[in-house]
């Protein structure tokens, strides 16, 4: 006897098999639906065909292969939820509180303890010691950026993206012959890729320096590192009739617009078009029609159909099409939202995503990974660095938008882990939500009164912003854990903790002023990127959030150092004047520690390292001017932007968290720690050229705890 | 009489379209009227279709269809994901209901005009053919009375032959010349006429049946006005050879022509239209 839900699916089957020959009477239109569906379910019909066929030889490759190799772990499921930059001084309190009860229970139940972070204490680098199990001279990654030594000129850290090798000149045109040059510069291997060459699933989501994604038997998501349409980390844009914003605007691309009548004209600014022998900026019409009685506007951004956008509304993702030479098209996709209709119009566009629906670069493990997502979950961010920060710290978008907005992020990010957990009941799923950091970085000042931000611009929103972002992650946590199976693990992990960004330390003017650095004959200060530095009487300068080079003979263009015994004797002079470096006289010491690379690395990338890693003082991180090599004014200055958190200072002062499910055996876990203890929870020893320790013996933790979530 | 009017207003759109055509091949024609009805119908599709819906339920079966190709290993996986397109295809064909039920009204007009022009060849000269008269149910074929009156090119060439289990009574009838005309069916007092074409053109509009029969049969044979009533005939057929559409070497039926053609052009100007299917 066959059951109803079986009975109505088989009718069901019939009826939309048989309903194929019926546009043979009804026409094109009823031609177009049928026929495709027709199409579907033949194809559906041959894979399952075809799946029924191969599962037989697939099951008897993976019992060789895969199966075995769960067998010889305790854990089949491990899920590891990053949740970068969470503070485990703020954890503790909350919990202390009783506001984080998921994260409690784990502490309880499982394991807790500080998480020791790199050096520096920066995600770039943190998350790729998690991915490798190595300290960061084996990865290779030292900050977010690096430098030419052959310029002085600053290089993206994580990966470099070229023209393509051999190309054909034809006009104006270059046809490309080979593929663009798209490298990771990650060194070492992910411990996924051992996982996967054991025969064990993973899926990584969005964890930092996956661009591009590695090639590994899983699913990957590339995260942060990840370019934009026009190839930065993010570059927003904003069109206004305020003449003095543009003006004063320092990122993102600032677009000072006229209305006629209630029609504005402007353009969207599109990647280069490569193709060109000299790439020009592709721009995009936009039309924008204010209609103030339906508290909106009507957008039309040319070949594309017109959208109605309310004020103070996100738009959907909405594909947008560059056209390039050649009939090339460059696919991408972007939000808008406007600020304001008037009197002076505002609107913010999000950096040009890569469309996932149609990727222009590599951003998954395998190719059609992002599509997938996108089609099953709908478009969603690809950028890697994707809460638009500076957006906030421009005053494009106000504090209540980005937090909406960086929430609808973190929705999609959920969306992926619930199906990657679906997916994957078995093997290692690992995602990092970038959501902790990035609203910690533009609200820590509600937690200190005393910040330097709160005097340019009061508070506007709740002081409970940042408590409510750790309950949120907290239900997150009462989630998945609540999914868990009997032999799953969870581990829930912050790359760095947080502090309170209320002094800039500017170590270009610092060594100014101490004459390590010296500018050409008639400066008194330097523009960005050392523009006025004179290389010949230069003997240090600083680069990125935390490093300081010198100028040594042999590696550098015009390098004054030597090599050896000087080099050490100048970097011993140098921390030892920093570590004195008072704030104000008998103020707090701005620099706690100074790490030499020589002291803390011993891989074979060390060379590649900043010669001294500078350790702020809490309160205290490298300016904004400093880190983008502008040398001159005063040394140490307050803080004004919302940017007003910050964990680039002495890794010892910002350890992140560390909760499992498991007991574990040590009580100070490093995050280098992490990936030999996945291994050893698959059964797979971890190798040797590993820094980290597992944190439970080999194949024997006394079985996990079961910690199951509780819903808010 | 409202009936009429539309037949009248499609015959005539459907005959401007094709007169361009008329000493071509019969292929030109059909192209033409594949194309504009393809335009049409897209432009309908567009208004009357959810977009959004249709465009969801593609995503979801593209998005299984990967999700077999990224998770072959796993077969709960598998099936979970064909059961997935499955119900993803019912959504589809759920969201083109409505617009399935705005084009059927158009369609079935257009094709019925088509079918005047395609469905059946003229008579050639020399060839010969049956007239056939049908009668009601109640009505008696050899008590009837019928006499059968043609116009010049056209000759009988057989006395009438009375089926009264089928109620009808045939002709045999001859083309001798090219031409077009009506032909007569006498019952007692009344006239019933009905067109008839003699030629070798390419195209040319051919009327199969008069009718006074349903409003279906009005819909289905619009190739001329209906035939009065009170007399006890309901339709008179000429049997015209069948239209030909020769491609290949093959003879491809009208109707299977124009859905391809029109489906054809249909997919091609989807992205101008901005539609989706």
Same mark, same amino acid.
């Given at each position: 006897?066959?059951?109803?839900?079986?009975?109505?699916?088989?009718?069901?089957?019939?009826?939309?098999?048989?309903?194929?020959?019926?546009?043979?009477?009804?026409?094109?239109?009823?031609?177009?639906?049928?026929?495709?569906?027709?199409?579907?379910?033949?194809?559906?019909?041959?894979?399952?065909?075809?799946?029924?066929?191969?599962?037989?030889?697939?099951?008897?490759?993976?019992?060789?292969?895969?199966?075995?190799?769960?067998?010889?772990?305790?854990?089949?499921?491990?899920?590891?939820?990053?949740?970068?930059?969470?503070?485990?001084?703020?954890?503790?309190?909350?919990?202390?509180?009783?506001?984080?009860?998921?994260?409690?229970?784990?502490?309880?139940?499982?394991?807790?303890?500080?998480?020791?972070?790199?050096?520096?204490?920066?995600?770039?680098?943190?998350?790729?010691?998690?991915?490798?199990?190595?300290?960061?001279?084996?990865?290779?990654?030292?900050?977010?950026?690096?430098?030419?030594?052959?310029?002085?000129?600053?290089?993206?850290?994580?990966?470099?993206?070229?023209?393509?090798?051999?190309?054909?000149?034809?006009?104006?045109?270059?046809?490309?012959?080979?593929?663009?040059?798209?490298?990771?510069?990650?060194?070492?291997?992910?411990?996924?890729?051992?996982?996967?060459?054991?025969?064990?699933?993973?899926?990584?989501?969005?964890?930092?320096?996956?661009?591009?994604?590695?090639?590994?038997?899983?699913?990957?998501?590339?995260?942060?590192?990840?370019?934009?349409?026009?190839?930065?980390?993010?570059?927003?844009?904003?069109?206004?009739?305020?003449?003095?914003?543009?003006?004063?605007?320092?990122?993102?691309?600032?677009?000072?617009?006229?209305?006629?009548?209630?029609?504005?004209?402007?353009?969207?600014?599109?990647?280069?078009?490569?193709?060109?022998?000299?790439?020009?900026?592709?721009?995009?019409?936009?039309?924008?029609?204010?209609?103030?009685?339906?508290?909106?506007?009507?957008?039309?951004?040319?070949?594309?159909?017109?959208?109605?956008?309310?004020?103070?509304?996100?738009?959907?993702?909405?594909?947008?099409?560059?056209?390039?030479?050649?009939?090339?098209?460059?696919?991408?996709?972007?939000?808008?939202?406007?600020?304001?209709?008037?009197?002076?119009?505002?609107?913010?566009?999000?950096?040009?995503?890569?469309?996932?629906?149609?990727?222009?670069?590599?951003?998954?493990?395998?190719?059609?990974?992002?599509?997938?997502?996108?089609?099953?979950?709908?478009?969603?961010?690809?950028?890697?660095?994707?809460?638009?920060?500076?957006?906030?710290?421009?005053?494009?978008?106000?504090?209540?938008?980005?937090?909406?907005?960086?929430?609808?992020?973190?929705?999609?990010?959920?969306?992926?882990?619930?199906?990657?957990?679906?997916?994957?009941?078995?093997?290692?799923?690992?995602?990092?939500?970038?959501?902790?950091?990035?609203?910690?970085?533009?609200?820590?000042?509600?937690?200190?009164?005393?910040?330097?931000?709160?005097?340019?611009?009061?508070?506007?929103?709740?002081?409970?912003?940042?408590?409510?972002?750790?309950?949120?992650?907290?239900?997150?946590?009462?989630?998945?854990?609540?999914?868990?199976?009997?032999?799953?693990?969870?581990?829930?992990?912050?790359?760095?903790?947080?502090?309170?960004?209320?002094?800039?330390?500017?170590?270009?003017?610092?060594?100014?002023?101490?004459?390590?650095?010296?500018?050409?004959?008639?400066?008194?200060?330097?523009?960005?990127?050392? #523009?006025?530095?004179?290389? +010949?009487?230069?003997?240090?300068?600083? $680069?990125?959030? %935390?490093? @300081?080079?010198?100028? &040594? !003979?042999?590696?550098?263009?015009?390098?004054?150092?030597?090599?050896?015994?000087?080099?050490?004797?100048?970097?011993?002079?140098?921390?030892?004047?920093?570590?004195?470096?008072?704030?104000?006289?008998?103020?707090?010491?701005?620099?706690?520690?100074?790490?030499?690379?020589?002291?803390?690395?011993?891989?074979?990338?060390?060379?590649?390292?900043?010669?001294?890693?500078?350790?702020?003082?809490?309160?205290?991180?490298?300016?904004?001017?400093?880190?983008?090599?502008?040398?001159?004014?005063?040394?140490?200055?307050?803080?004004? #932007?919302?940017?007003?958190? +910050?964990?680039?200072?002495?890794?010892? $002062?910002?350890? %992140?968290? @560390?909760?499992?499910? &498991? !007991?574990?055996?040590?009580?100070?876990?490093?995050?280098?720690?992490?990936?030999?203890?996945?291994?050893?929870?698959?059964?797979?020893?971890?190798?040797?050229?590993?820094?980290?320790?597992?944190?439970?013996?080999?194949?024997?933790?006394?079985?996990?705890?079961?910690?199951?979530?509780?819903?808010? | 009489?409202?009936?009429?009017?539309?037949?009248?207003?499609?015959?005539?759109?459907?005959?401007?379209?094709?007169?361009?055509?008329?000493?071509?091949?019969?292929?030109?024609?059909?192209?033409?009227?594949?194309?504009?009805?393809?335009?049409?119908?897209?432009?309908?599709?567009?208004?009357?279709?959810?977009?959004?819906?249709?465009?969801?339920?593609?995503?979801?079966?593209?998005?299984?269809?990967?999700?077999?190709?990224?998770?072959?290993?796993?077969?709960?996986?598998?099936?979970?994901?064909?059961?997935?397109?499955?119900?993803?295809?019912?959504?589809?064909?759920?969201?083109?209901?409505?617009?399935?039920?705005?084009?059927?009204?158009?369609?079935?007009?257009?094709?019925?005009?088509?079918?005047?022009?395609?469905?059946?060849?003229?008579?050639?000269?020399?060839?010969?053919?049956?007239?056939?008269?049908?009668?009601?149910?109640?009505?008696?074929?050899?008590?009837?009375?019928?006499?059968?009156?043609?116009?010049?090119?056209?000759?009988?060439?057989?006395?009438?032959?009375?089926?009264?289990?089928?109620?009808?009574?045939?002709?045999?009838?001859?083309?001798?010349?090219?031409?077009?005309?009506?032909?007569?069916?006498?019952?007692?007092?009344?006239?019933?006429?009905?067109?008839?074409?003699?030629?070798?053109?390419?195209?040319?509009?051919?009327?199969?049946?008069?009718?006074?029969?349903?409003?279906?049969?009005?819909?289905?044979?619009?190739?001329?006005?209906?035939?009065?009533?009170?007399?006890?005939?309901?339709?008179?057929?000429?049997?015209?050879?069948?239209?030909?559409?020769?491609?290949?070497?093959?003879?491809?039926?009208?109707?299977?022509?124009?859905?391809?053609?029109?489906?054809?052009?249909?997919?091609?100007?989807?992205?101008?239209?901005?539609?989706?299917?």
């Amino acid at each position: 006897m066959m059951k109803p839900g079986r009975l109505v699916a088989a009718t069901l089957l019939v009826i939309c098999a048989l309903a194929a020959p019926l546009p043979a009477y009804i026409g094109p239109g009823a031609g177009f639906a049928f026929l495709s569906s027709f199409l579907v379910f033949f194809l559906t019909f041959l894979l399952a065909v075809f799946s029924l066929i191969a599962w037989p030889f697939r099951f008897l490759w993976r019992a060789v292969r895969g199966q075995r190799a769960y067998r010889k772990g305790p854990i089949e499921q491990v899920v590891v939820l990053g949740l970068d930059g969470m503070e485990p001084t703020l954890a503790e309190k909350f919990m202390a509180e009783g506001k984080l009860p998921n994260l409690a229970r784990l502490r309880k139940e499982g394991s807790y303890a500080r998480l020791r972070t790199t050096t520096p204490a920066i995600s770039p680098v943190a998350w790729s010691s998690f991915t490798t199990g190595t300290e960061p001279s084996k990865h290779n990654i030292f900050d977010f950026l690096s430098r030419d030594p052959r310029t002085y000129l600053p290089d993206l850290s994580s990966a470099r993206i070229g023209r393509p090798k051999r190309t054909l000149a034809l006009g104006r045109y270059l046809i490309p012959l080979s593929k663009p040059e798209i490298r990771g510069m990650r060194k070492s291997v992910p411990f996924w890729k051992i996982l996967g060459d054991k025969g064990i699933a993973s899926t990584i989501l969005r964890v930092p320096v996956t661009f591009p994604p590695d090639k590994f038997k899983g699913h990957m998501l590339s995260g942060m590192c990840a370019p934009d349409l026009k190839g930065s980390q993010g570059t927003f844009a904003f069109f206004t009739e305020d003449a003095e914003m543009v003006r004063r605007h320092e990122g993102g691309v600032a677009v000072l617009v006229q209305r006629q009548g209630d029609v504005i004209r402007t353009e969207l600014s599109g990647p280069e078009d490569s193709l060109l022998r000299r790439p020009v900026e592709i721009r995009l019409p936009l039309t924008i029609t204010i209609d103030a009685k339906a508290g909106g506007a009507w957008l039309a951004l040319k070949g594309h159909p017109w959208f109605f956008l309310r004020e103070k509304t996100f738009s959907p993702w909405t594909p947008v099409v560059f056209k390039a030479g050649l009939g090339a098209k460059i696919r991408g996709t972007c939000r808008f939202r406007i600020a304001s209709l008037g009197p002076k119009f505002q609107m913010y566009a999000t950096p040009l995503n890569i469309d996932p629906d149609k990727p222009a670069l590599p951003i998954s493990q395998p190719f059609i990974y992002a599509v997938y997502l996108a089609k099953l979950l709908g478009r969603y961010i690809t950028l890697g660095e994707a809460n638009d920060t500076w957006a906030l710290n421009e005053g494009a978008l106000d504090e209540a938008a980005f937090l909406e907005l960086t929430y609808a992020n973190h929705a999609e990010w959920e969306g992926m882990l619930q199906n990657a957990l679906a997916k994957t009941p078995r093997g290692l799923v690992a995602i990092v939500f970038e959501t902790t950091d990035s609203i910690q970085h533009m609200f820590f000042r509600y937690l200190d009164k005393a910040h330097p931000a709160l005097r340019a611009a009061p508070a506007r929103m709740s002081p409970a912003v940042i408590e409510d972002l750790y309950k949120k992650m907290d239900d997150l946590v009462g989630r998945v854990a609540a999914g868990l199976g009997p032999k799953g693990a969870l581990f829930v992990m912050s790359d760095h903790g947080f502090k309170s960004f209320r002094r800039g330390v500017n170590l270009n003017a610092w060594l100014h002023q101490n004459g390590y650095l010296s500018l050409v004959e008639g400066r008194t200060a330097s523009g960005e990127w050392f #523009k006025d530095v004179d290389w +010949d009487r230069t003997r240090a300068y600083g $680069l990125g959030l %935390g490093g @300081l080079y010198l100028n &040594l !003979k042999g590696r550098e263009a015009r390098g004054t150092v030597a090599p050896g015994e000087e080099a050490k004797a100048l970097k011993a002079e140098i921390s030892r004047k920093l570590l004195a470096l008072k704030d104000v006289a008998n103020g707090p010491a701005a620099v706690t520690h100074v790490y030499d690379r020589d002291a803390v690395y011993a891989g074979p990338y060390k060379d590649n390292a900043p010669d001294l890693i500078i350790g702020y003082n809490e309160g205290y991180r490298a300016s904004w001017d400093g880190v983008t090599g502008v040398v001159g004014g005063a040394v140490i200055e307050d803080n004004p #932007k919302a940017w007003s958190g +910050d964990h680039c200072i002495d890794p010892a $002062l910002v350890p %992140g968290v @560390l909760f499992s499910s &498991l !007991k574990l055996k040590r009580t100070d876990p490093s995050i280098m720690d992490v990936a030999p203890t996945v291994l050893e929870l698959f059964g797979i020893a971890p190798p040797p050229h590993m820094d980290g320790r597992s944190l439970v013996d080999a194949g024997t933790p006394a079985g996990p705890a079961q910690v199951k979530g509780q819903g808010r | 009489m409202p009936m009429a009017i539309v037949n009248l207003v499609f015959g005539g759109i459907v005959g401007a379209v094709l007169w361009p055509f008329r000493t071509l091949s019969p292929w030109a024609g059909m192209v033409a009227v594949s194309f504009l009805t393809a335009l049409l119908m897209l432009e309908v599709y567009k208004l009357t279709s959810n977009q959004a819906a249709i465009r969801r339920a593609k995503d979801l079966i593209k998005a299984h269809l990967y999700e077999m190709r990224l998770y072959k290993d796993d077969m709960r996986i598998t099936l979970g994901a064909q059961r997935a397109i499955l119900k993803a295809n019912l959504s589809y064909l759920a969201a083109n209901l409505k617009p399935l039920a705005v084009m059927i009204v158009p369609l079935v007009l257009i094709l019925a005009q088509l079918s005047v022009w395609y469905d059946r060849a003229p008579l050639r000269p020399g060839q010969e053919t049956l007239v056939k008269a049908r009668l009601e149910g109640t009505a008696d074929p050899v008590g009837a009375g019928l006499d059968l009156e043609v116009p010049p090119g056209l000759e009988i060439t057989a006395p009438a032959v009375r089926i009264p289990d089928l109620h009808e009574v045939v002709w045999r009838i001859k083309a001798v010349a090219p031409g077009s005309g009506r032909l007569t069916v006498r019952s007692g007092g009344t006239a019933l006429g009905k067109a008839v074409v003699v030629g070798d053109g390419p195209l040319r509009r051919v009327s199969a049946i008069a009718s006074r029969g349903s409003f279906s049969k009005r819909v289905l044979y619009p190739g001329e006005g209906p035939l009065p009533a009170g007399s006890p005939v309901r339709s008179i057929e000429i049997l015209y050879p069948a239209g030909r559409l020769a491609a290949f070497g093959l003879n491809v039926h009208w109707l299977i022509a124009y859905l391809v053609l029109s489906i054809v052009f249909g997919f091609a100007f989807k992205g101008v239209f901005k539609v989706e299917i």
